[in-house]
Every structure is written in structure tokens, then in C-alpha cells.
């Protein structure tokens, strides 16, 4: 199937998909942890999985996956709910600088995206107060609203309509990715996000404070599964410049995550996703024998940046199926003559390594009937077992002056290499619950020394050679590229510490505007800020993401002076909004906050 772009269906297909979520959202909410059998599941248990799962769904390898296994079973209730066809995407990037005209936030579809009731409640459009109401949040999840819905359980949306959102062109730099690390901030800078795109759909489209501005709860505002459509799109489009990238997969796990039976906080594709009773491997091509779809193209679908293919070794054993395993050689043997010198910088629908797909339509709902259990005592269960396994430490510090954690660290390295090197150490690493170690056999890219005061010294002998001082009492989770986690046995909150990033603050440019507001006829906004509560709440570097938004401000005055000249010495449009639309000028606050 082809799951196409909002503002090309028809009318009619829009009423039809807007009255097939009206129709899961009448269901009865179930036990959280349940994946339901596609024609029982709710809405609203889509919402309290997710916040389940937060924890460990973003800010980590898991990320696109999860959510894409999410979109899948989603999309699986929709068919059963009135509505044929793949899950719409909205293309929002596409109209940046005017995305509250779209008429998907209007009272003929999910309502308008601020409100002028005192709680923020949507009181227009398919999903008003008090016609509809949100998920109540059980037990475990309960907290995760951050106060939301305490006097209501009415849709809180607030979007920030003036402001614009993240450009296609602030996207369009990832497609230069070499590496799903790359792709996703990881070599970098530990970030799922760090062109705010993600971001962005949630925060300035929602709102700060709303239901799509709340990283557990944020599946109650029918928005996100537009919005989460075109997310897996962009990873869909970057996997799809080559075979190998397909199937690169690599990264972080959060800690605690269940998934992570070994504990060793490495990703890799013969786990299973959270919550969703599938493997990463099946996954990973969107036309094998799980999934069955393509994306259409669309207005934010730039040229992209030219790239060299890395060498096709072939498709992983993990990622193979019976549609797979027969193209896999061909496959293989096509990509290794031309993959170290395929430049590509196209943006059609569907990419050089979907040679195996064309032929599983009738497989798409292959376990839909499947029911998995995901509680959070499971965590408690999974690391009891992994707790059994006792093995010898083989990292220790001399000297008196050592905290416990200086030789009870828990800590993996991560670098660049194979899936099977990879395989084998999660395989073959000696792990053990508390007060241990995990190494792998890795070149050596950090040491670990005792310092004053109990602390621990994490020096990265490579690149940067700087030093992470870890504060008395907190134990090392593991090690990354630019990061690292820590945590304290009193509490289940991991803390990431990150390599001195210095913040480098906006430079204005003489002669470019800095009042733009919202249908201007030349000069282009500033997009919306990522709220610091979003960073707190993904673990991201702060300093990253802020100098990211300063570089581009920076780009939009260069455009704007060149595309449409100077202004005044004090900054002044001289032009009038020629859009009734909000006004009101746009502050970019770059905050020095702590990374």
C-alpha cells in the first residue's frame, strides 16, 4: 500500500479517515500493557502503551523503530475502523511558515490548532470538548501527564500559530547521513533530533504545554499520527538512498529499557521494539514480509544531498525473510560492484534496495491477531534474571582514594563497527546486574580514573581527549561517542553527561530583519525554539540543539538579505504583513542551559 501526504486526499477520503479515528476513539479503553487484537484496540490504549514506553522510546536507537511499529499497529486498527489504505502523513515542513492554514487544523477535520478556552481545550473540529476526552493514564503512567489534564480530560492543544516551524531544508541536511548513528545525531551529539523537526510537529504545531507537546502522552491529540507518519517518512527516505542503509542500524539503549535482557544497553536488530511484539529487523525494510508500504513524494522533498554508498555486504540474517532471503545475493552482488561509488541524489518514492517487495500486499497484517503483554514490573523480572548471571569484573582502579563506582562501573564503549562484532559481544559479554562491569573487546577510545573527592574521570582518548568528571555516588551506565549515563542506586532516573560543547551564541547580521511575523510577502521567520522542558525530558545536549537553532537563524538572515534586501538599522520590516493571520513578532531566546 502507499500511504500518501494529507492535502491530496479528497474530501471525502478525509472524512472517511476523520470518522475512522472517531470510531477507534469510541472503543473502550483496555488494560495498559495489552496489544490488542487489532479490531479491539482503542485509541485510547495506543496512548497509555506509548507512555509505557516513553522512557525508553526516545532519546535512544529505538527511536524510529518503535515508532514506526507503533504507526504499523496503528494503521492495522484503522483498517479495521472504517478507513482503506495506508496511514496519511502530513507534510507540514512543506508550508513551514504558514502551517496553520492547513485546513487539517480546521473545524472540519482535528480542529484548530490554538484555542480560546481558558484550559487550552479544542472546542471545534472532529475532536471537541466535551464530545471527545483523552486517555485516562493508569498507575504506572500517571505521572507522565506533568500536570496535564488535572480539572479536564479535554484535547489541550496551543499551537504556536505566527511561528514558524522547522524548514524541508533544516531536514534535507540529514539525508547526507552515511550512517544510521549520523542520521539520528548519534556520532555527533547524542540526539534523536537535532534539526528540531520532531520537535517542532510537537511543540510549535501542539503547543509547549499541550497534548502533543508531552513526550509520554502525546498520541491523545489525533495530530501525531500525521505528524509521526512523515517522521518515519524522512527515515524511510534516508534508507532508501541505498541497500545499506537500510539496514544500518546501531546506537544506545536507555537504561532499564526491557528489551535490553543482557543489559548491555547496545542496540541492534534482533531485539525486539517495546512494546509491539516485533523485532527491529522486521522493520527495517518497509516493503518486506511484516510491513507493506511505500510513501508518496511531497512538497518538502528536496534534492538530496549528493552521497557515496557505503559497500552492500548484504542483508543481514536478522532483517531476512522469505521474501528477503531470496533477493539477498542478488542484491548483495549488484550493490558490491557499484555500492562504494553510488552517488545518489534522488528523491524518488521508492529506493534501490526494495527489489524484494512488490509481491507481500496480503502479508501486511500477518500478526495482527497477535496479543503481547508489556508491564512495567517486567522491567523488575528482566533484570532479576540477568542479575543471576555472576562474572568475574575486568576493570579495577588502584589507590585508596575510589568510590564504590570506580570499580563497579557498568560501562561499554561504543564505536563504529560490524553487526557481527556487535552480535557477538552482546553475545559473549560478561554482564552482571549490580557492582559490575561490561567491556568490550573494542580498540580503547576512553579510560576511567579515580578523582578527588570520590569522583570518577572519564577521558576520551580520542578526538576531543576531554574529560567527563562523574560526581561522588553516581555509577557509569556505559560510555558513547560524546556521552555518557549515569545513575544512582536510590534512584531509576538515568542522567547524561555530556563532552564540553560550548554554546555559540546567534550573531545577528547587519541589515537582516528581526521582526519578521507570520505572511510576510519576502523575508522568512525564525522557527519556534525547542522548549528547555523538551530537552530535559529526551535527555538531550542542550548546547547542541541551541547552537543548531542559532546557525540557523543565521542561514534565514543571509536568505533574507539576499532574496529580499536590507532593512533599516533597527531591524524594522519595513513591509506589512500582508496575511491577516497572527503577527506578533518571534523571539528566539538561545539559552545558556546546561548540557
Avoid at 189 to 213: C, L, P, Q, Y
Avoid at 370 to 391: G, R
Amino acid at each position: 500500500m502507499t500511504r500518501v501526504e494529507w492535502s491530496t486526499l479528497t474530501s471525502a477520503q478525509k472524512a472517511q479517515y476523520v470518522a475512522a479515528v472517531k470510531t477507534l476513539a469510541a472503543r473502550v479503553q483496555s488494560s495498559a500493557g495489552v496489544v490488542a487484537d487489532a479490531a479491539t484496540i482503542a485509541f485510547k490504549d495506543f496512548v497509555n502503551l506509548h507512555a509505557r514506553a516513553s522512557p525508553w522510546a526516545h532519546g535512544s536507537a529505538e527511536f524510529y523503530p518503535y515508532h514506526r511499529a507503533m504507526m504499523y499497529h496503528f494503521e492495522q486498527a484503522m483498517q479495521t475502523a472504517g478507513w482503506s489504505g495506508g496511514v496519511p502523513y502530513w507534510d507540514w515542513p512543506a508550508i513551514s511558515t504558514n502551517w496553520w492554514s492547513s485546513d487539517v487544523l480546521s473545524s472540519t477535520y482535528l480542529g484548530s490548532p490554538s484555542s480560546t478556552d481558558a484550559n487550552h481545550c479544542v472546542i471545534d473540529g472532529a475532536f471537541a470538548y466535551p464530545g471527545y476526552t483523552v486517555a485516562v493514564l493508569d498507575s504506572d503512567t500517571a505521572g507522565y501527564a506533568d500536570g496535564l489534564h488535572a480539572t479536564t480530560q479535554c484535547l489541550i492543544r496551543d499551537g504556536a500559530v505566527g511561528s514558524a516551524a522547522v524548514s524541508s531544508a533544516d531536514i534535507n541536511t540529514r539525508y547526507s547521513a552515511l550512517t544510521y548513528a549520523t542520521f539520528r545525531g548519534d556520532a555527533a551529539d547524542g540526539n534523536d533530533d537535532e534539526s528540531g523537526f520532531h520537535a517542532s510537529g510537537h511543540e510549535t504545531i501542539g503547543g509547549s504545554g499541550s497534548d502533543m507537546g508531552n513526550p509520554s502522552i502525546s498520541p491523545n491529540d489525533p495530530l501525531f499520527w500525521l505528524h509521526h507518519g512523515f517522521v518515519d517518512k524522512v527515515w524511510w527516505r534516508w534508507q532508501n538512498r541505498c541497500p545499506a542503509l537500510m539496514y544500518d542500524y546501531e546506537g544506545p539503549l536507555t537504561i532499564e529499557d526491557p528489551i535490553d535482557l543482557t543489559d548491555s544497553q547496545i542496540a541492534v536488530m534482533t531485539e525486539d521494539v517495546d512494546t509491539w511484539g516485533v523485532t527491529v529487523g522486521q522493520l527495517l525494510n518497509t516493503e518486506g514480509s511484516l510491513l507493506c508500504y511505500t510513501y508518496t513524494s511531497s512538497g518538502s522533498d528536496l534534492t538530496m544531498p549528493a552521497i557515496t554508498c557505503p559497500t552492500f555486504t548484504g542483508i543481514p540474517s536478522a532483517a531476512q525473510d522469505d521474501s528477503s532471503s531470496s533477493s539477498s545475493s542478488s542484491s548483495s552482488s549488484s550493490s558490491s560492484s557499484s555500492g562504494a561509488s553510488n552517488s545518489s541524489t534522488s528523491t524518488s518514492s521508492s529506493g534501490s534496495s526494495n527489489s524484494s517487495s512488490s509481491s507481500n500486499s496480503s502479508s501486511s497484517s500477518s500478526s495482527s491477531s497477535s496479543t503481547t503483554t508489556v508491564t512495567l514490573a517486567d522491567v523488575w523480572v528482566n533484570k532479576m534474571l540477568t542479575a543471576l548471571i555472576t562474572i568475574t569484573a575486568t576493570l579495577s582502579f588502584s589507590g585508596s582514594n575510589t568510590n564504590s563506582s570506580s570499580t563497579a562501573a557498568s560501562t561499554i564503549v561504543f564505536d563504529r563497527r560490524d553487526r557481527d562484532h556487535e552480535h557477538n559481544v552482546r553475545r559473549d559479554l560478561s554482564v552482571r546486574r549490580d557492582d559490575s562491569v561490561v567491556v568490550d573487546d573494542s580498540p580503547t577510545h576512553y579510560e576511567i580514573l579515580p578523582g578527588a573527592n570520590n569522583t570518577l574521570l572519564v577521558t576520551y582518548l580520542q578526538g576531543s581527549n576531554q574529560t567527563i568528571v562523574v560526581p561522588a555516588g553516581e555509577k557509569i551506565r556505559f560510555v558513547y561517542r560524546s556521552y555518557i549515563e549515569t545513575y544512582t542506586n536510590t534512584s531509576t532516573r538515568y542522567t547524561r553527561r555530556y563532552l564540553d560543547f560550548p554554546l555559540k551564541a546567534y550573531v545577528p547580521t547587519p541589515g537582516a530583519p528581526t521582526n519578521v511575523t507570520a505572511g510576510d510577502p519576502c523575508y522568512q521567520m525564525y522557527p519556534k525554539p525547542t522548549s528547555d522542558n523538551w530537552i530535559q525530558k529526551h535527555q538531550l545536549n542542550a548546547n547542541r540543539i541551541r547552537n543548531s537553532e542559532a546557525r540557523r537563524m543565521e542561514r534565514i538572515d543571509k536568505w533574507n538579505i539576499e532574496n529580499c534586501g536590507p532593512v533599516g538599522s533597527n531591524g524594522t520590516v519595513a513591509s506589512a504583513s500582508a496575511d491577516s493571520g497572527a503577527s506578533t513578532a518571534i523571539a528566539i531566546p538561545i539559552a545558556t542551559a546546561s548540557a
